[in-house]
């Protein structure tokens, strides 16, 4: 303890971990008596550290009076600034850094010094005594420091020789926490916030004047943080450490709209709360390790999201996610601000799923998902959103990861480009193993046909005085031959009937993002990228009457490529603990080349073009938002947004509107409505039909957006810190859909349920269609070693084409059903066992049955569409199981998993067709028995 030896004002504690300074401040008993009141810490207050006269360091306290920061070693004087006895420094002001000097001040007569050993001591001078915490408390023993060094040497030996060997054999693991605590809406850093560890160690951290905290030494496993600042509300997170890796989370917080009341929000982390601030309803954050947690997700997002209620995955072959009865195609996908094409391997131009996602779950960072009524900064889009973040690389030590299972051999880096500069990179890159997998006879639903694709993940930033740069990137190149002697009865997912197709697909974008920081609470994003997709298909048929050379004769022929180069600019405005507005601007520029010929005949020189463009088009899109909190328990959320497509013209002006109620600490009540719009895929607008005269005419180019009205009503309750209940009902109206001109049942609205891209003229847009449904969500967040969400969706979705009668849409199963759940069992501090299950119940897919009279008839396959989408197939129904074993050494974190899908074996229908070898109907089966075994390591 310190004191200045005339008025005994402060006592202060401070303790010293390696190079870390620490200490609590408050008031003596005799200050407070004297005042009347209880003693109170000394919170939130700058101590100043100076050294031969000029201020070079600051200790900031906590809200329990700590203070504690890595400093230099050396002597310093210690200056409190605190009204109450208006005192100056000793000595001239002219021996201090005027910039330090505040009005007011104390100065404790005594000096700090602070030593390499850890030891903390202040002058003896002033008559204290201290005890430093490395010696065991040898004030408590009455041992003055300066005797120290006559404890006998030969005990002292002996006894870190056998707690040394005891340590070999029970040593504790440990990791580092750290990461960066800003304010959520203006995105300023919030130094002093205080980060503690929720154990019986009460280690903690204070975060410093960038926003950055490291607490170390934490054992491994999961541990509970707290995070509190005065004015904000205090917050409650689940973190997981491994010894091969450190743990990194950036961290926002909300202030109190009522300053000086306490709120305090306790879960693991509260699902609702997204990383956009202006999402009021039908929001979701999920976190990368929950996509390698959850059951049969493969460490597939978009797999992951299919458990969450409205969402339906019920489709082994591919992850398009069905949100509320909507194509698939009406989900837009945007990666660290830049919307982006499918990010699949295999997946087809305009489309939005395929068999195995490019993205890479060990890069990705906390994101959201939306299922309707999203925010005004999300344009082009119908049914959903994936708002992805890639995470920053660690910045202080390089680390690496490296990965085999179902996704391919996986390698990863990380680290600091350079320290002093906070510059990190981040990179994984993956390579097909299915054929080792196929080697070991394991299925995939693509017979003798081996996928081959490869991926690469990056990311780079650089924080400098003009705010932070990150660039980044993604790619992937793919590519199967399906090859109709290879295919296998029963399970042909991919293929057509006597068809040999050859696909190759590529995918990349990347884009450079720049964060800049202003004073007033406000911040500018800007991002500017290019991105692009590019298909090639080749299918031939085989001739089953043997009448062709080689038996087998050209059929379809496909080339698409659109390069997207996209800008965007977002300005964010803090104005007060109550309102924040952000608006900004988009403009994408396509580039498109679109070419595909179809010989229908089967004879010879008879191909007909299909599609034949290339040219450019571009959108520009802009938006407003205002959020207004009237009270800590009333949010609104309001604004604006308005897209243009140069193409043909046309646009849309879009309002948007959330308002949010929380009736008590426990249930809160939400409101959801907006108008949206999309454009509709590309290769619709260049669809082409030729006369008699050969003159070939693009018919839809004036096709309107696809609009929709959105409205979503919702009720949250929280039975306790990690179990809550939500219900949501909502209801969507679809108009301007693209319809055929002539009476019949095609509506775009479809689109999406196939894996091919239909070359459909004379369009019109006048279809019309709707979506309504109930969804429940019961859910415990992971504590106490172990999760379980349950989901359940009761939905009706309908269409209206020119024909103008009322039918079900391709994607309207009625309802699903999803279960998982997980139980961890730590067997020691190093060893941890676990076990995930997931058991989804879905209605069966909508289908349009083959007329088999006609087809035999035609000599290939019909469909009788006066039944269209009628009937579904049986229900659908699949149960996975994933144990897992982790161990954790001195540097290495090793991961073991073995993801059975479907364990009962449920014969699952994929799909009926025409066989044109049997000449009768064929049934073909999802996935049986898969097995995926994994294996990682961290180091």
Known sequence: MFANSQTKAFEHKFEMRG??????????????LASNHKV????????????????I????????????????SGKYDLFLPYKHFKKVPIGSENEFDLECMKNEWMRPDGMLKISWKGTVFVNKRIGYKFCPWQYNCLKERHIPPEHQSKINMRYFFLIICVFGFLNFKTQTLTQNIKGTIVDKQSQTTLPGAVVQLMDSTKKYAVADENGFFKIEKVPIGRQNIKITYTGYKQKQLTVILNSGKETVINIELEENVIQGQEIEIIVEQDKTKTNNKMSTVSSRVFSSEEAGRYAGSRNDPARMAANFAGVSGANDSRNDIIVRGNSPLGVLWRLNGLDIPNPNHFGNSGSTGGPISILNNNSLDNSDFMTGAFAADYANATAGVFDLKMRDGNNEKHEFMSQIGFNGFELGAEGPFNKKKNATY???YRYSTLSVFKALNIDFGTGAAVPQYQDLTFKTDFKTKAGKFSFWGIGGLSYIALLDKDKVKGKDLYGYSARDTYFRSNIGSSGVTHVILFKNNAYLKTNIGISGQYNNIIADRIDTNFATPGNKKPEYRSTSQNIIYSFNTIYNKKMNSKNFVNGGVFYDLYNSLLVDSTDITFGYNTFKVLRDYKGVSSMARAFFQWQHKFTDKLMLNTGASSQYFLLNSKYSVEPRLGLKYSINDKQSLSLGGGMHSQLQPLYVYFASETDSNGVRTETNKDLDFTRAVHGVIAHDVSFNNSFRLKTELYYQYIYNAPVDKMPSTFSALNLGADFNSPNVVNLVSKGEGYNYGVELTLEKFYSKGYYFLFTTSIFESKYKASDGILRNTAFNGNY?????????????????????????YAGGKRYVPVDLAASIAYGDEVRDYTQAYLKRYPDYFRMDVKPGFKLNTKRLTHEWSVDIQNISKHKNIFQQSYDLTDKNLKTDYQLIFFVIPQYRILF
């Open 57 to 72: 360091d600051s200790l900031i306290t906590d809200s329990l009076g700590w203070a504690r920061k890595r400093i230099k």
């Open 40 to 55: 109170k810490p000394f919170a939130h207050q700058t101590i100043y550290l100076y050294k031969k006269g000029k201020c």
């Open 816 to 840: 699903v059903v999803n279960l998982l759940g997980g139980k961890e069992f730590k067997l020691n501090q190093r060893a941890t066992l676990t076990l995930d299950v997931r058991g989804t």
């Open 19 to 32: 190079q870390n300074c620490g200490g609590v401040a408050q008031p003596s008993e005799e200050v407070a």
């Open 426 to 428: 981040l990179v994984n």
